[in-house]
């Protein structure tokens, strides 16, 4: 009985900790970083402007990326939204985007709520 209660105290206390794991926590700043690579790689390949606008009262922020190799190029790329806490309040979809060699594409985030004020596209391979 006694090891049964230990090794369920012991289960319960790691599913605390672990609890934290899914969630979006990092020491990057949510209102100013817009542009995040989950692949380093990628960031030698592209070159990335961005483009803040506005259509219909909602904010927009367009990433146009160049294509810098001689070789085709496919990134998988998804939209983030935060709230004003740094909340992630939509289920990103992660997308395709090939670009020819030299050539460029574009990603368009555009708020999907009001309550949605901070955006960060995320791209990698």
């Known amino acids: 009985m006694k090891k049964t209660f230990g090794f369920a105290l012991f289960s319960l206390i790691a599913v605390f900790f672990l609890a934290g794991c899914g969630t979006t926590s990092s020491n990057v700043d949510y209102k100013t970083q817009r542009i995040a690579y989950a692949d380093p790689v990628l960031q030698k390949q592209i070159k990335v402007d961005l483009v803040d606008g506005e259509i ?3 904010k927009v922020l367009q990433a146009n990326i160049t294509n810098e190799t001689d070789k085709p190029i496919t990134i998988n790329y998804r939209v983030e939204w935060f709230n004003l806490n740094g909340l992630l309040i939509n289920d990103p979809e992660t997308k395709k985007l ?4 030299g050539d460029f ?3 368009k985030a ?8 901070y955006p960060r596209i995320v791209l990698g391979k």
């Open 56 to 58: 219909k009262n909602n």
């Open 98 to 101: 090939q670009i020819a060699p």
């Open 105 to 107: 594409g574009f990603v």
């Open 110 to 117: 555009e708020q999907p709520d009001p309550l949605a004020v």
